[in-house]
């Protein structure tokens, strides 16, 4: 029986706010020794009696933005309930979420040329988490804590439809979402601290049945690669069950990374399960039109619509675009260096190639370094004028990117201005040749590959600043005809 494979992702974006989603406390990252558990907490994310939650505008307005960017239809009027369940790390035993009016409907985002379809996005705010310590037990643990930092930050949980056909499109869609996620400003998409997760929605079905198969939903997974390899492993596992005429559980699993599988955590629950209703402490959000028509006047370039500019206007391949596009602090980089006038391809090539290299060296942003377009600008110009040699440049490069300066004055303090005077590179060639018989004789009679040889002596005499195109030039005059 042939099946096919159904995927829907659930993602939680926090949003980039100052303050949480109900109370003044901070949003920071906190590390988890026990210095800094439970410092950014108060009363309200703490839910001591009596308190009473206020919504933070900023929250709002970057649901609005995801919105826009989505494609989704802005609700006029969206609403907070109450997702009711008992678990350590919620205070309130109860989470203050979006149900039946949700802040974004509907929607759509664009992986390889199809429409994954959105189902919703709505806000709500995040639960603590539990710190396992001590020796053995539980998780190696034998006791727990609970760290309350992170309860009440603010989370956008972004839900697509079920069109997702395929572990690698999944990766994709989630590279994609949190690209554009962070080009909006919504969310730094740093995986490591728990900013961007990811719960996926896996069934099977027989080839051509419209009605979906048992879902299984995976949690824990901390990156694309993970989410990728978890959805894989799952298929299998559900494949081989079908295949043996066993039933599938509708259930919550665990990614553990070590062994590559998938295990048993809960039971799936329903959103009945939840006994949701609205939130007596918040009234319904009424959204203008005139809000929402000031945020879109805000939005910037999306990744998609930059890729598309980038090969058809500046007649960059397909890669490059991809990854100049990956971040938007470089893609604005790339912009304001050619608005400059640097060719386009030419500065792709920077900061695609030696830039991004040193970037991961020193695993720092682009923003951390002191480059600025107006120096790679220069220094593409002293290498296409003949200035200096792409070998001296990258040299430069490095110094740009950690110190600083003006490309003209670093070449002339440096003395890496390129030798270009044909009588001075002549004279040296010559002397090259002189010293060189046996070599000369192997070159007239067939070892052609000894240009190299020559070329090499030239350059090693000038110190490297020798013009190689002229070197090649002389070397066509006076090499003999092999």
């Known amino acids: 029986m042939a099946l096919e494979t159904v995927i829907g992702l659930e993602v939680h974006a926090q949003l980039k706010t100052k303050t949480k989603i109900f109370c003044g406390c901070p949003t920071d990252f906190a590390s988890t020794d026990d210095s800094s558990e439970n410092m950014q907490t108060c009363p309200v994310c703490l839910g001591m009696p009596g308190v009473l939650p206020v919504l933070n505008e900023r929250v709002v307005e970057l649901g609005i933005r995801t919105g826009l960017a989505l494609n989704s239809e802005i609700a006029a009027i969206c609403r907070f309930d109450r997702k009711n369940y008992f678990y350590a790390d919620l205070p309130k035993g109860y989470q203050i979420s979006q149900y039946e009016h949700p802040i974004c409907k509907g929607g759509h985002l664009e992986v390889n040329g199809r429409k994954i379809q959105i189902n919703r996005a709505h806000l709500e705010e995040d639960a603590g988490k539990l710190v396992h ?184 391949s397909e890669e490059d675009a991809a990854i100049l596009t990956e971040d938007r602090s470089v893609s604005d980089f790339f912009d304001e260096t050619i608005n400059l006038g640097a060719p386009a391809k030419a500065t792709a090539n920077w900061l695609n190639g030696p ?99 020559f070329f090499g002596e030239a350059m090693k005499a000038l110190k490297g600043k020798a013009n190689p195109q002229i070197i090649n030039k002389l070397l066509d005059e006076m090499l003999p005809k092999a």
């Open 133 to 316: 310590a001590g020796a053995a037990g539980l998780h190696g643990s034998d006791y727990s804590k609970v760290d309350f930092n992170r309860s009440s930050m603010p989370l956008l949980e972004i839900v697509s439809e079920p069109d997702i056909k395929s572990p690698e499109e999944a990766r994709l869609y989630l590279t994609e979402l949190r690209n554009i996620l962070r080009y909006i400003g919504v969310c730094d998409g740093n995986l490591e601290e728990g900013s961007f997760r990811c719960d996926a929605n896996v069934s099977l079905r027989p080839v051509g049945q419209k009605e979906f198969g048992t879902k299984t939903e995976i949690k824990n997974m901390n990156s694309f690669k993970a989410v990728q390899r978890a959805i894989q492993s799952e298929i299998e596992r559900q494949t081989q069950l079908i295949e043996k005429g066993e039933r599938i559980v509708q259930e919550t699993r665990l990614w553990n990374e070590a062994d590559g599988k998938t295990h048993s955590m809960r039971s799936k629950e329903e959103a009945h399960d939840y006994r949701y209703f609205p939130d007596p402490d918040l009234m319904p959000l009424s959204i203008s039109r005139d809000w929402v028509d000031s945020v879109r006047a805000t939005m910037p370039e999306l990744p998609a619509s930059r890729r598309e500019r980038y090969k058809t206007a500046l007649e960059l």
């Open 355 to 453: 830039v991004q290299a040193y970037l991961n060296e020193n695993k720092i942003e682009l923003c951390q370094s002191k480059l600025t377009p107006n120096n790679l600008k220069d220094l593409s110009d002293a290498v296409s004028g003949g200035k200096i040699s792409s070998s001296v440049a990258k040299q430069l490069l490095v110094d740009l990117l950690a110190q600083g300066g003006q490309v003209d004055k670093l070449i002339e303090s440096k003395g890496l201005a390129q030798v270009s005077d044909e009588g001075a590179i002549k004279s040296i060639l010559q002397e090259v040749l002189d010293r060189s018989p046996s070599q000369l004789a192997d070159y007239a009679s067939g070892k052609t590959k000894l240009r190299q040889y």
